[in-house]
């Protein structure tokens, strides 16, 4: 069970980013990840997945999807992943949310600024 301000609300649907979480940890390539709510013209709102993988290992957004599909609902499955080289984290190590979040919304307001 997450918090409920990490709750994504897809499509009316209730969907849990720590569960998401739970079964892309399960892929052996990944070794940290967050999963986060970004805006969605469609659905409302949708699951983005941040990973860092793995030492040696490689993974593509398409290879995860197919993994995922074993493990997850279509609307549970994120509509983006982004592959960093570090995840952000608190100061006592933990990974954190909210840096991701801050970003994807200042990346939502300049694209929304240029088109406007």
Do not use: W
Not at 4 to 32: M, T
Not at 49 to 55: G, P, Q, V, Y
């Amino acid at each position: 069970v997450d918090r409920i301000k990490d709750l994504i609300l897809c499509s009316g649907y209730n969907v849990y980013p720590r569960v998401i979480e739970e079964a892309i940890y399960q892929h052996a390539a990944v070794a940290e990840t967050i999963v986060i709510a970004v805006p969605d013209d469609y659905r409302g709102q949708a699951p983005k997945a941040f990973m860092k993988l793995k030492d040696g290992h490689s993974l593509t957004g398409e290879e995860l999807k197919k993994f995922l599909k074993e493990h997850l609902s279509p609307i549970e499955m994120p509509r983006d992943f982004e592959f960093r080289d570090e995840l952000p984290k608190t100061m006592v190590g933990k990974l954190s949310k909210k840096e991701l979040v801050e970003e994807e919304a200042a990346k939502r307001a300049a694209t929304l600024a240029k088109s406007a």
